[in-house]
């Protein structure tokens, strides 16, 4: 491996962990280059800044652009490095697509050359690095791929998944452990002497197919829990009983320790990720696979009780609080809170009011409601039926006696002393 100022890394995709994992590169002390697609994600990443919302990357960005450590083009150049960090979608019928991953290889072929090292960190079916190793061998076969010519390669291929939360991204890729697997042992030494550059936890090494399944499992093991969680939510109702009380005494025995249920599961990886296996193995999946229609049914049933409790008070003003996948970001990929907020959104029209303090404007399925953004003041003030759909602080914090007056549908227990059923003052109903 190069010292630090000689070494080249090219980073293939500048999205939500591309770009953060090329700033913390550049960081390292390495000359960073970040590919990407999009001329507009090119250019304000040349400006200094960022076009992700992300605690503290904005000052690290702009700090590794000034020092010229970090540039991003949308054309490749030559590297020592290449990591690809680009999205695997999956189709509609949950068949993953890699294309974005194998369009990546094809563009680090053109420049590839003896001496360097191809590590794969985007999400990925059980396979998918020793077709981008393929890949490679068909459009460079003037270069020995490893796997298939003994321990004679040119090049390092190794798969090494990101595994950092949306709001701790910086702080997790330094700190978390890393799981590295080559498609030879050779390959996962030599992307691990890349990886201890910049990170402080432990760098594990393994196979290429032992990695990419680990990253899927990681996923769907919270998938699974998560789902849990909303089964016994719907048990619980059923029952009569308060769901997240029964969690936290059933979480004090030693070896029990539950999720916690909500409005269904969001985010581009926990809904998403379990699918892979799935579709893999499906004869051997019914438990993955089962999980996924829990939690996506959660989500239709917290759009049911919602509808139930609106149309029990004709004309009441409704705010829906949070858009957010999770508390505290402001990322609504995949969110079942903006899914629910939509639907209620289309059925109700002006009743439903949105509060989402991480939002500037509605985003643009609501533009074809009626329904309107108000900050968290103006809902109290406006709204006797409120919709907790994302456990934001600021939404945590809202004391009892502002709100003991309210009809509340709260699918994430962060108002444990919520009375049941408050009267609805006829203040608070709608004029006509
Ligand atoms: N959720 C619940 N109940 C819980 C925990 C989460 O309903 O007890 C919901 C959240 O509200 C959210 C969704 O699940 O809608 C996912 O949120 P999350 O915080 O569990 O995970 P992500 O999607 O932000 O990040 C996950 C992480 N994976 C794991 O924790 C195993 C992260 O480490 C991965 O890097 C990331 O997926 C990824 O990119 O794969």
Not at 61 to 88: Q, Y
Request: hydrophobic share 45%; charged share 20%.
């Amino acid at each position: 491996m190069l010292s630090a100022p000689e070494l080249k890394v090219a980073v293939l995709g500048l999205g939500y962990i591309g770009l953060p994992t090329a700033a913390v590169i550049a960081r390292s002390g390495a000359q960073v280059l970040g590919v990407d697609v999009t001329r507009s994600v090119v250019d304000i990443v040349n400006s200094g800044k960022v076009h992700i919302e992300e605690v503290d990357l904005d000052g690290l960005v702009s700090g590794v652009v000034a020092r010229g450590t970090l540039t991003a083009s949308t054309e490749i150049a030559p590297a020592d490095v290449f990591v690809i960090a680009v999205p695997t979608p999956f189709a509609d019928d949950h068949a993953p697509d890699i294309r974005y991953v194998l369009e990546a290889a094809a563009t680090i072929a053109t420049v590839l050359k003896a001496g360097d090292t191809i590590i794969l960190e985007s999400t990925s079916p059980v396979g998918t690095t020793e077709q981008v190793r393929d890949l490679l061998a068909r459009l460079r076969p003037d270069l020995r791929v490893p796997g298939r010519t003994g321990d004679g390669a040119d090049v390092a291929i190794a798969y090494c998944p990101e595994r950092v939360l949306p709001g701790r991204i910086l702080v997790e890729l330094i700190d978390n452990d890393r799981v590295i697997g080559g498609i030879t042992p050779r390959c996962a030494r030599k992307a691990l002497a890349f990886y201890r550059r910049f990170v402080r936890g432990a760098c594990v090494t393994t196979t290429a197919r032992a990695a990419e399944m680990t990253k899927l499992t990681e996923n769907a093991f919270r998938d699974v829990n998560i789902a849990f969680a909303n089964e016994l939510s719907l048990v619980a109702d059923t029952m009569g009983v308060d769901v997240w009380e029964v969690i936290r005494l059933a979480n004090r025995h030693p070896r029990v320790n539950i999720l916690q249920p909500g409005p269904g599961v969001g985010g581009h990886c926990i809904a998403v990720d379990p699918w892979f296996l799935v579709h893999a193995d499906p004869d051997h999946t019914p438990l993955i696979r089962t999980a996924r229609e829990v939690n996506d049914g959660k989500t239709a049933h917290v759009v049911a009780q919602a509808i139930a409790l609106i149309e029990s008070l004709p004309g009441v003003p409704v705010a829906c609080l949070g858009l957010a996948f999770k508390a505290n970001i402001d990322d609504f990929r995949e969110s079942p809170a903006l899914r629910i907020a939509l639907a209620l959104a289309a059925r109700f029209g002006n009743r439903v009011r949105i509060v989402e303090p991480y939002a500037a404007a509605l985003p643009n399925g609501f533009t074809e409601t009626a329904a309107t953004l108000i900050d968290i003041d103006a809902a109290i003030a406006s709204c006797a039926i409120m919709i907790v759909l994302v456990d934001h602080d600021v939404f945590r914090s809202v004391p009892l006696e502002e709100r003991a007056d309210k009809r509340v549908l709260d699918t994430r227990g962060i108002w444990p002393d919520q009375p049941r059923l408050a009267p609805v003052s006829a203040a608070l109903r709608l004029a006509g």
